[in-house]
């Protein structure tokens, strides 16, 4: 089945751009995602990358594709303490009809002042 | 406001007992999904409904039932809850084959 992987942890010192990354099993995936979790809070999305796009940019977030490789990566320029949370990478596939999303388990973003 | 909203948001329940989270929204999608956020806050999702027909049913065990009165409500309802079933549910809904899901804020279930 899918299978979407992200390391568990990630620790920067605020001012410092921020990289998660991800890897994915699944090479029909039409769309990924990252999402936000703030602690106690649901899930925000932050962005989302067609399967045939290289790179997104939205104000401070870089999303680069490369789907030979299947990695995907978030990157948060001029990180704020207010970017602590955990980032989740997320795949869709190519099934059309109700899919869901095959999450990674989530890298905890952690800001060192 | 446009959203998707479960209630409760916090169910604190006994071993044994059997229980409901209620999931509704308003934005004419019409597909919507069950997740289930662990302990280690791990995310998989357990349904999807599209036009009240389920669509997607992962390895969840039996004494949880999906049901889909109508295409804006998801409901889901657990039977002998059991610890492990301990952990936050979301629901959430998309247009179908739409790029966009929105999330509900969850429900925390706590069985003790």
């Known amino acids: 089945g899918e299978d979407v992987e992200q390391s568990l942890f990630l620790s920067v010192r605020e001012g410092d751009s921020s990289v998660i990354n991800c890897t994915y099993t699944?090479?029909?995936?039409?769309?990924l995602y990252w999402y936000k979790q703030e602690p106690g809070a649901g899930l925000q999305l932050l962005t989302y990358?067609?399967?045939?796009?290289d790179m997104k940019q939205d104000q401070r977030l870089t999303v680069l594709l490369n789907k030979k490789d299947k990695h995907l990566s978030l990157r948060i320029a001029d990180t704020q303490t207010g970017d602590s949370a955990i980032y989740f990478c997320a795949e869709r596939g190519s099934g059309g009809g109700a899919d869901g999303l095959t999450f990674g388990k989530g890298t905890h973003l952690i800001i060192q002042p | 406001d446009t959203a998707v909203s479960q209630t409760p948001k916090y169910l604190v329940t006994q071993m044994g007992n059997d229980k409901s989270i209620k999931c509704e929204q308003n934005l004419g999608h019409d597909t919507m999904y069950w997740y289930k956020q662990d302990s280690k806050k791990f995310l998989k999702i357990m349904f999807s409904y599209n036009n009240k027909e389920l669509i997607i049913n992962e390895t969840v065990p039996n004494r949880f039932s999906p049901k889909s009165p109508d295409k804006a409500h998801l409901n889901l309802h657990i039977n002998s809850l059991e610890l492990g079933d301990s952990a936050v549910y979301f629901c959430?809904?998309?247009?179908?084959?739409?790029?966009?899901?929105?999330f509900g804020s969850g429900t925390r279930l706590t069985v003790v």
């Open positions: 959430a809904s998309s247009p179908l084959g739409a790029v966009g899901y929105t």
């Open positions: 699944d090479s029909s995936s039409t769309y």
């Open positions: 990358i067609f399967s045939n796009m």
